[in-house]
């Protein structure tokens, strides 16, 4: 699940690590100085300087001649930098740690304030296996109409296999210039079959709302971007208009998005005090509260499944620890760490994990999870929403 800058106080602002890197140095030879100054400069996990430098400068040296020597296919200067630099951050071994060249950069920045020129689904990554599933297919997107369904695992962009590949990395590839096409395929049941999307801008639709009866309100969030909050308060304003005195809040395969967002959402809910903390790796702590001017005065009911991550889960975590809402549904994915990222002078960015985050009870979630109230599966032979059903019947006891 791709996790979004963090604009807030928390961070203002090839997959094969360090072997990857000295495996493709081969540019005029000039590669190996230039990463000697990064390798002896660089500090290790304990703080020191990386082991074995002389070893690393001779074995990359060594691969440069073979690969002057006998290597067959053309390749650029810059596909060779761009490698240096994803294969460093990758080498760090953690899956939401990663290097965006300029154009990757621009293209991610992008998606988050809502609007880009995409296919028009929301994906969801299983960092364990690696593999990209569909979630959601918006209605009328081309997404949509080239026969994309939710629940169809994304196999190739492009001809080349995404499966591992970072999920921000794989949404930049399939947007793009208005109007142009992107092929993918896509692999369902045992079936593999090939598609081409024409992108065209699309809208993200964040926030649904509707009544559920006369006096429960429904909102739906399907991810946390600047547009978002705006999207809510308008919903919420609605609701309230039309009788709502009691809320369901859907936060169903929501993969998460930007903690500032999420935080001025609850800042409407809940009563004053603190919404959630990160320590970074020296133990310096940062907070966010609600204040005490804005407060939701009914009865609130969460949804949540295995696909709710990081900032839903700053959300749900929020929510059960104040005790004001019923989280209803299934265990959350487990994702209790916060990225930033961070531009560099060339336009490109790094995007690093900077601190944990912890509910106001002081739980750290990461890779665990937050257990619903009432647990309660989907059924999949029901032809109702078995978990929105439940919320209702809580809200109206």
Do not use: W
Request: with cysteine; charged share 25%.
């Amino acid at each position: 699940m791709e996790e979004k800058q963090t604009k807030h106080s928390f961070g203002k602002g090839l997959l094969c690590g360090i072997l990857l890197c000295v495996m493709i140095l081969g540019v005029g030879g000039c590669a190996a100085p230039y990463l000697y100054g990064i390798f002896t400069t660089g500090r290790g996990h304990a703080g020191g300087a990386l082991e074995n430098e002389d070893g690393i400068i001779a074995k990359m040296e060594e691969l440069n001649s073979y690969i002057e020597a006998y290597y067959l296919f053309d390749y650029t200067d810059e596909d060779v930098e761009d490698g240096i630099y994803k294969g460093m951050m990758a080498g760090l071994g953690d899956v939401y740690t990663c290097y965006y060249t300029p154009e990757e950069y621009a293209s991610f920045m992008e998606s988050s304030n809502g609007n880009y020129s995409g296919i028009g689904a929301m994906l969801s990554q299983d960092y364990n296996t690696g593999i990209i599933t569909v979630v959601q297919v918006f209605e009328g997107s081309p997404a949509e109409e080239a026969g994309l369904q939710a629940e169809d695992i994304l196999y190739k962009v492009k001809g080349e296999e995404v499966t591992g590949v970072d999920l921000s990395l794989v949404v930049t590839d399939l947007k793009g210039e208005e109007g142009t096409d992107v092929d993918i395929s896509i692999v369902r049941g045992s079936e593999e079959i090939e598609l081409t999307v024409t992108r065209r801008s699309i809208e993200v639709p964040t926030v649904e709302s509707e009544m559920l009866t006369d006096t429960i309100g429904y909102i739906a969030i399907t991810e946390f971007d600047d547009v978002t909050d705006d999207q809510f308060l308008e919903a919420m304003e609605e609701l309230k208009a039309q009788g709502m005195e009691d809320l369901v809040i859907d936060l169903r395969n929501n993969g998460g998005g930007l903690v500032d967002v999420t935080c001025a959402i609850l800042d409407e809910l809940l009563p004053e005090g603190l919404i959630v903390y990160t320590e970074d790796k020296n133990g310096d702590r940062q907070e966010e509260y609600s204040d005490a001017e804005h407060y939701f005065s009914g009865n609130m009911a969460v949804l949540v499944n295995g696909n709710s991550a990081s900032a839903s889960e700053i959300f749900a975590g929020a929510i059960k620890d104040y005790g004001v809402g019923t989280l209803i549904g299934t265990q959350t994915f487990g994702k209790g760490i916060v990225q930033t990222l961070m531009p560099l002078s060339d336009g490109s960015a790094v995007k690093i994990t900077i601190s944990r985050y912890y509910t106001p009870a002081g739980n750290n979630i990461h890779e665990v999870g937050i257990t619903p109230d009432i647990v309660l599966e989907q059924s999949a032979d029901s032809a109702e929403d078995d978990q929105l059903k439940k919320a209702i019947e809580v809200l109206e006891r």
